[in-house]
């Protein structure tokens, strides 16, 4: 699936935001609580890895991938992506079709953006702030934006609690959403 022109031209910013994502989920963090501070300890953790020199040999490239690729799978809920992707169409779907189709959109979503996110040059990430809904206490967003060549990238992140966890599951990325990005390319599909 090809992705739009405007969504193309964050690709960078969306490797490094799936990637950022994930570190946490390897990272011990006693203390990090907060949706930002969960955020912040997964792109921070993600920023070292790029920045390793040991990994950036590259016979160590696919290693260090697949480092990327675990945290992505453990921070991520691809399955709320999946579901809130398809919309309503998602309610037609057998459990077995539902397992398939959060399968392949995790790859899709991973393999367009796996070689994006090794491509990083020392952007810097700028943590704004963090809004819990008050209403579901369960869902937030993180304020966050990648400063580049002088120029302000704004990404949101919108999460969702589970346990002491916040796990993603969509990416706003100046102003367009990952998951509507998606939903309306699988409308479009579904209508054919």
């Given amino acids: 699936m090809e992705m739009r022109p405007m969504f193309r031209k964050t690709a960078t910013v969306m490797l490094i935001t799936i990637t950022a994502i994930d570190l946490s989920?390897?990272?011990?963090?006693?203390?990090?609580?907060t949706p930002l501070e969960q955020v912040k300890?997964?792109?921070?953790?993600?920023?070292?890895?790029?920045?390793?020199?040991?990994?950036?040999?590259?016979l160590r490239r696919e290693e260090r991938r697949?480092?990327?690729?675990?945290?992505?799978?453990?921070?991520?809920?691809?399955?709320e992506m999946s579901r809130r992707s398809l919309a309503k169409?998602?309610?037609?779907l057998s459990n077995e079709e539902k397992?398939?189709?959060?399968k392949l959109f995790s790859e899709l979503l991973k393999n367009n953006y796996s070689g994006r996110i090794e491509s990083y040059s020392d952007?810097?990430?700028?943590?704004?702030k963090e809004v819990i809904n008050q209403n579901k206490k369960t869902r937030a967003k993180v304020y966050t934006n990648i400063l580049k060549n002088g120029s302000e990238i704004p990404i949101n992140y919108v999460l969702m609690k589970k346990g002491e966890e916040?796990?993603?599951?969509?990416?706003?990325?100046e102003g367009v959403s990952l998951v509507r990005n998606y939903r309306s390319?699988?409308?479009?599909?579904?209508?054919k």
């Fill in 41 to 58: 300890g997964t792109v921070e953790g993600i920023l070292a890895l790029m920045r390793d020199e040991a990994l950036s040999d590259p």
């Fill in 166 to 173: 916040w796990f993603v599951y969509d990416v706003d990325i």
């Fill in 89 to 92: 169409a998602w309610k037609g």
């Fill in 99 to 102: 397992e398939l189709f959060v």
């Fill in 66 to 79: 697949a480092m990327i690729m675990s945290r992505i799978d453990a921070r991520f809920n691809f399955k």
């Fill in 123 to 128: 952007e810097i990430m700028e943590y704004a």
């Fill in 185 to 191: 390319e699988f409308k479009r599909i579904l209508s």
């Fill in 25 to 33: 989920a390897g990272i011990p963090c006693a203390k990090a609580t």
